[in-house]
């Protein structure tokens, strides 16, 4: 595909990403943080680029199906109860189903489709387990897992990143592919897992109170 043509796809993407993003501040942001953290692990395990590509767009859009869940359900200023988790879980579903439906993003579509599928085989949609949940599902759970834990929500402030890497361990094996875990971890140790963003997303988190934890260790590395 010409380079022109995936640029515009990427804008159009990036452009819908923004639009879902900006509806609450406790989501400002995180749908870039995604696709280029997924975007860094991928090429860590060498990620051909049509899949770097699918990882990219399902990173920017696997939460676009929450919009179609009860948006007070996102600004609920305490934790979620059993049935508003429950609905909740059904918005990877909802994502892949739209995405499905745009030729580009039919790749996108898949990744985010086996988002909930669990290591242990007790996740959804299809119960699959450990090397059958497709690799860049697999990242894309830790990735989209470790932002949330991360960030803000309306009833707690987010966890500091070595309590981050603790919850992840505490699902390695079971939620997530202990492999990746350890990858992000490692990553996100030495301030690499930050290398895809661009130079105007990074001055724009320091301008912000909402700076993602480790940030400032890729800074630090980079201007050695």
Known sequence: MPEIARDTMLSFVQMMASAMDAGSPFTHGRSYRCSKYALCMGTELGFESDALRDLEYAGLLQDIG??????????????????????????????????????????ASAVIKSLNERWDGTGNPEGIAQQDIPMGSRVLAVVSAFDAMTSDRPYRAGLSAEEAYDELRLDSGGRFDPEVVELLISLHQRGELFREFEPQSVEQYLSRDCQPPGLDAYLRQSAA
């Open 66 to 107: 929450k919009k179609a869940v009860l948006y007070g359900i996102l600004q609920k200023p305490g934790p979620m109860d059993d049935h508003e988790r429950a609905r909740m879980a059904t918005h990877t579903q909802i994502s892949s189903s739209v995405l499905a439906e745009i030729s580009f993003l039919q790749g």
